[in-house]
């Protein structure tokens, strides 16, 4: 079971980035998805997340219509597409899934059993 995050960088307020998520070792069309981010010093947070038949998306209240979370089962991966970003999502962020049969996604950590290594997003003027 692997997944990876990848897509992170160095960028300048107001600028977007576009994080993947790439998944194998489980059948992806049967979990959730959740995106999450961990700041230093601070504790992990769920983002944004998607359910497993794309039937769907939530977003933590300070993403909501900058963020836009997909998924590609052709491709076993997620995406999160950030826009307008701020200094305040400055991060580490991480992808994870969560088995998704009959069960809505959720933004909180513990819902997610299998997660992958995740990608620096820094923010700075």
């Known amino acids: 079971v692997q997944l990876q995050a990848s897509g992170g960088g160095s960028v300048q307020p107001g600028e977007s980035l576009r994080l993947t998520c790439t998944t194998s070792?489980?059948?992806?069309?049967?979990?959730?998805i959740g995106w999450f981010r961990q700041a230093p010093g601070k504790e992990r947070e769920g983002v944004s997340c998607i359910n497993s038949r794309e039937s769907g998306t939530y977003y933590a209240n300070f993403v909501k219509g900058r963020f836009t979370i997909s998924r590609d089962g052709s491709k076993n991966a997620a995406y999160l597409q950030m826009n307008t970003l701020e200094p305040e999502d400055t991060a580490e962020y991480y992808c994870a899934a969560a088995p998704g049969f009959l069960r809505e996604c959720m933004l909180s950590a513990s819902e997610y059993n299998l997660w992958g290594q995740g990608t620096q997003v820094t923010v700075s003027s």
């Open positions: 070792g489980f059948r992806f069309e049967n979990y959730n």
